[in-house]
């Protein structure tokens, strides 16, 4: 059975707002989605092969890198 997902509430300071819109472009995620996946990434110290959890790069360059 699927878990059923919770809305929450959250303040953020712009500049998070834009590396959060750039990741889930990048990465074809909704805002949503790319918050959890950084946040899971984030807890569980995961991430793709080769490929850092979350780095604020746009598909143009390199960004900084987030753990």
């Known amino acids: 059975m699927k878990?059923?997902?919770?809305k929450v509430s959250l303040t953020l300071d712009p500049d998070?707002?834009?590396?959060?819109?750039?990741f889930a472009y990048r990465e074809d995620l909704s805002?949503?989605?790319a918050v959890n996946?950084?946040?899971q990434a984030s807890m569980t110290g995961s991430?793709?092969?080769?490929k850092p959890p979350f780095s604020s790069g746009n598909r143009n360059g390199p960004g900084q890198t987030f753990p």
């Open 47 to 50: 991430a793709s092969p080769g």
């Open 37 to 39: 996946a950084i946040l």
């Open 3 to 6: 878990k059923l997902k919770q």
């Open 16 to 22: 998070v707002i834009e590396q959060i819109r750039v």
């Open 31 to 33: 805002f949503s989605g």
